[in-house]
């Protein structure tokens, strides 16, 4: 049975394990995420699969407009039930490419950013970077070595940046889990200006 309901701090996400990616090993990262979220913030979620991070974020702040972005098609047909399921409307799915869509309509729109793709999300750094106002923050996730977990990640980041003309101001960063005896997965906050 690959078809199930997971329950997330007072969310319920329906999805199908067959069609489209879910990890329940990123409940510490939604809720802190969404902790950090203030009133009336536009947040934008690249990668947004069926809606946790989008959806845990509009219900912890109501004032928030929360758009995810998820290139699956089964993926966002979940995304949008679970939007009406968990009664979010302050939470909107947009199906489509992330490379197509940004910055688009989007470019200087996002005080937030989270990015919750850790493999090859820095081919997509040129895509959102422009779309966060100045001093917004821009949460991070990409694969790093077990021996120096950061060190990737950050130098990516801050390439991506200066190359848009804007700087990247390290904030937090943390591991999030382990992948294998080498690689761990990394987030990284940080305020572009």
């Known amino acids: 049975r690959t078809h199930t309901i997971y329950r997330e701090g007072g969310c319920e996400f329906e999805?199908?394990?067959n069609k489209t990616y879910f990890s329940g090993r990123l409940a510490t990262e939604r809720t802190r995420i969404a902790s950090?979220?203030?009133?009336?913030?536009?947040v934008l979620v690249p990668f947004a699969g069926?809606?946790?991070?989008?959806?845990?974020?509009?219900?912890?702040?109501?004032?928030?407009?929360?758009?995810?972005?998820?290139?699956n098609p089964n993926a966002v047909k979940y995304f949008k039930s679970n939007i009406a399921r968990n009664k979010c409307t302050n939470v909107y799915a947009v199906e489509g490419d992330v490379a197509a869509l940004l910055p688009g309509k989007y470019k200087c729109w996002a005080d937030r950013i989270a990015m919750p793709l850790p493999k090859d999300a820095s081919?997509?750094?040129?895509?959102?970077?422009?779309?966060?106002?100045?001093?917004?923050?821009?949460?991070y996730y990409a694969f790093g070595e077990s021996k120096k977990p950061y060190a990737k990640a950050e130098k990516e980041?801050?390439?991506?940046?200066?190359?848009?003309?804007?700087?990247?101001?390290?904030?937090?960063?943390?591991?999030?889990?382990p992948y294998s005896k080498t690689t761990v997965q990394v987030v990284i906050d940080a305020k572009i200006e």
């Open 15 to 17: 999805l199908d394990l």
């Open 36 to 42: 950090l979220v203030r009133q009336n913030e536009h």
């Open 157 to 177: 980041l801050r390439g991506a940046a200066i190359k848009l003309g804007r700087k990247a101001r390290v904030l937090f960063r943390r591991i999030v889990r």
């Open 50 to 71: 069926v809606g946790p991070f989008a959806i845990r974020i509009g219900k912890k702040e109501l004032t928030s407009e929360v758009v995810g972005i998820e290139l």
């Open 123 to 139: 081919a997509f750094l040129a895509n959102a970077i422009p779309c966060l106002k100045k001093g917004g923050i821009l949460h």
